[in-house]
């Protein structure tokens, strides 16, 4: 996922009917229904890198609308050549840092958040930037709905185990917690393999998930 320097990233994105583009963002809370044009559910997947799962995820439910969430352009363009390839018109993409998600959505705006194999920053002072925080946490608490869950995949196991540690203090519980998913035969039902999965499950990495819910 190091491709920051493609040349013009950001013009491709410019140019992307598939972006909700930057100068929008301000406009989106409350307005996401208008954006899809109709009333489905909304699922986020917050740091989709080149947008494998997400992509897969909307071919195979039409009647869920999905935005994915990537911070780099340069990572951004590769789920934008994607959709290229296969347009979903249940699909949207935002650039965007995941701090500022509550810019984007209204509160209780979002049916389910997907994180997968997000970035672990392994420094004790980087916790905060942990996607599955309970600073982030707090910020999803906000956008899900009452009902809503959250589903988090990674194969790193002191990423879970913090993420697991980390849902108590903030107001969170687990309806599922499984270190090797891929055994579980129930679980796999319906499993859109990430690519981050596909390149460390095939290394012969366990994969850690849990389900969570208010
Ligand atoms: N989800 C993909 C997968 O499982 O194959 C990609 C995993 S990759 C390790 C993590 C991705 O999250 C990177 O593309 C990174 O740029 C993105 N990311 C990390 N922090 C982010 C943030 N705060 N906001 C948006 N995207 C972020």
């Not at 296969?86 to 995941?98: G, H, I, S, T, V």
């Not at 004790?124 to 009452?146: C, G, M, N, Q, T």
Request: aromatic share 10%; hydrophobic share 35%.
């Amino acid at each position: 996922m190091r491709l920051r320097n493609i040349t013009g990233s950001r013009d491709v994105i410019a140019a992307s009917d598939y972006v909700v583009q930057e100068e929008l963002q301000p406009r989106c809370p409350g307005t996401w229904k208008e954006i899809f044009g109709n009333d489905n559910p909304i699922h986020i997947e917050i740091g989709m890198g080149k947008g494998k799962f997400i992509h897969t995820m909307a071919k195979e439910h039409p009647e869920i609308n999905y935005v994915g969430i990537e911070k780099y352009s340069s990572v951004l363009l590769r789920a934008i050549q994607k959709m290229e390839q296969e347009e979903l018109p249940n699909l949207k993409f935002l650039r965007m840092d995941a701090e500022n998600i509550n810019q984007v959505f209204g509160a209780g705006e979002v049916d389910r958040i997907y994180l997968n194999f997000s970035d672990p920053w392994p420094k004790d002072r980087h916790a905060k930037r942990r996607l599955p925080s309970r600073e982030f946490l707090a910020r999803y608490d906000v956008i899900l709905k009452k009902d809503g869950r959250l589903e988090f995949k990674t194969d790193n196991r002191e990423l879970f185990d913090f993420a697991v540690e980390e849902l108590e203090p903030a107001g969170w519980k687990a309806q599922v917690v499984t270190y090797d998913l891929h055994s579980d035969a129930s679980l796999m039902e319906g499993n859109v393999m990430t690519e981050y999965e596909e390149k460390f499950s095939s290394m012969g990495n366990p994969i850690c998930k849990y389900i969570i819910v208010r």
